[in-house]
């Protein structure tokens, strides 16, 4: 089951003199991922190093820490919790004492986990895009059954014969919402999955 968070969540720990402060926020866009860390990067902060993940979207930072200390850990750190939609910012002020390669990971690392551990958490529900037309003599029943599937209106659209819907639906509800529909509009409504980018490969 994977989670995003319910907001923005910080948590701040000292390591050997080294102050860390973990910022975690749910995003569901890269422009979204890098507007957080603009907005909440400090720079006169020694590192500023940063993950995030979209699906199957991410990237890290290592902010001039040694390569592979930093992002990488903050970036594992978000898969272990199994967190997706997710970004994490990890603040270091240089306390003095270096904490070499491996105390790196695990404090990068250490940090983030615990951020994430601690913060509020919603289940993310994977959805389909589903494209489907109806009479407007139908549109009122097939509508009435939306809130009962989960369902999303995405757009909505009219012609000449009735409704155009885009519609979002949990993939685990799909089967279920499309003997409906074809019952409601008794095999007269069009009923089609749009195909994703992954599904195309």
Not at 52 to 69: H, L, S
Not at 102 to 122: F, I, M, P
Not at 141 to 168: I, M, P, Y
Request: hydrophobic letters at 40%; a negative charge; glycine letters at 8%.
């Amino acid at each position: 089951m994977l989670c995003s968070l319910t907001g923005v969540h910080q948590f701040e720990e000292d390591i050997k003199r080294s102050r860390f402060l973990a910022i975690a926020a749910p995003v569901n866009t890269v422009e979204d991922a890098m507007r957080f860390l603009e907005a909440h990067s400090v720079p006169d902060a020694t590192h500023n190093c940063w993950a995030y993940k979209i699906g199957n979207n991410y990237r890290f930072n290592d902010d001039g820490e040694p390569g592979g200390t930093a992002g990488k850990p903050i970036l594992q750190a978000i898969e272990g919790q199994q967190c997706d939609e997710v970004v994490v910012l990890v603040i270091r002020w240089f306390g003095g004492v270096k904490l070499g390669t491996g105390g790196l990971v695990r404090a990068y690392g250490g940090v983030a986990a615990q951020c994430l551990r601690l913060a509020e958490k919603r289940e993310i529900i994977a959805l389909a895009e589903i494209d489907c037309t109806c009479s407007f003599s139908d549109m009122a029943l097939v509508r009435s059954r939306f809130e009962q599937h989960g369902v999303q209106v995405v757009t909505e659209d009219f012609d000449a014969e009735g409704v155009v819907w885009r519609l979002a639906i949990p993939v685990e509800n799909v089967s279920e919402f499309e003997n409906s529909f074809t019952n409601m509009t008794r095999g007269q409504g069009f009923f089609e999955k749009v195909k994703a980018p992954e599904d195309e490969k």
